[in-house]
T-cell receptor, first 111, second 112 residues
Framework: NAGVTQTPKFRVLKTGQSMTLLCAQDMNHEYMYWYRQDPGMGLRLIHYSVGEGTTAKGEVPDGYNVSRLKKQNFLLGLESAAPSQTSVYFC??????????FGDGTRLSIL | SQQGEEDPQALSIQEGENATMNCSYKTSINNLQWYRQNSGRGLVHLILIRSNEREKHSGRLRVTLDTSKKSSSLLITASRAADTASYFCATDPAGGSYIPTFGRGTSLIVHP
């Protein structure tokens, strides 16, 4: 089983460029999440979705947008990348009240 | 803000020893989960304990929950070098949001 797949795995951007991170899950989960992980900060929730067509802000949503047009996909967009957005981004999915399944991350550097 | 906070931040032990990590949280919860993260990988769920449970076991893992103290502990018995990883607790807050909040993690190194 593929589980949660994130693409790309690595990316280097210049300040001001835009990009989209893709997350796909094949477990028919209702809930999907985007986190960023920085040294010493643990996981911080950016945005999440409780079902197809719905999205909500997490702890650190500024500078990011998301879309959940299909149940299996959750897209994270950076409209104008900033060096402060250099991080490792993790996507996760779950059913309500159940443990989360994580992808292996996207390592993003912004110069 | 992060609901769960793990302690210690880092732990270094010898193979065969037991490793204990603690998690404290601030508000009432539905359940508490422990996850493991190997270097360069995503988090993997280890064990979930509900608010009405006090102790749970899974193989070499033992989790306890004390809701009166708002704390949990994860014990790994007879540790192995392969247990080297970061360990995170996540709390599912009471009130129906079903959106877990993660702590900063404990980095465990097990020396062969």
């Amino acid at each position: 089983n593929a589980g949660v797949t994130q693409t790309p795995k690595f990316r280097v951007l210049k300040t001001g460029q835009s990009m989209t991170l893709l997350c796909a899950q094949d477990m028919n989960h209702e809930y999907m999440y985007w986190y960023r992980q920085d040294p010493g900060m643990g996981l911080r929730l950016i945005h999440y979705s409780v079902g197809e067509g719905t999205t909500a802000k997490g702890e650190v949503p500024d500078g990011y947008n998301v879309s959940r047009l299909k149940k299996q996909n959750f897209l994270l967009g950076l409209e104008s990348a900033a060096p402060s957005q250099t991080s490792v981004y993790f996507c996760a999915s779950s059913q309500q009240t159940q443990p989360q399944h994580f992808g292996d991350g996207t390592r993003l550097s912004i110069l | 803000s992060q609901q769960g906070e793990e302690d210690p931040q880092a732990l270094s032990i010898q193979e065969g020893e037991n490793a204990t990590m603690n998690c404290s949280y601030k508000t009432s919860i539905n359940n508490l989960q422990w996850y493991r993260q190997n270097s360069g990988r995503g988090l993997v769920h280890l064990i979930l304990i509900r608010s009405n449970e006090r102790e749970k076991h899974s193989g070499r893992l033992r989790v306890t929950l004390d809701t009166s103290k708002k704390s949990s502990s994860l014990l790994i018995t007879a540790s192995r070098a392969a247990d080297t990883a970061s360990y995170f607790c996540a709390t599912d807050p009471a009130g129906g949001s079903y959106i877990p909040t993660f702590g900063r993690g404990t980095s465990l190194i097990v020396h062969p």
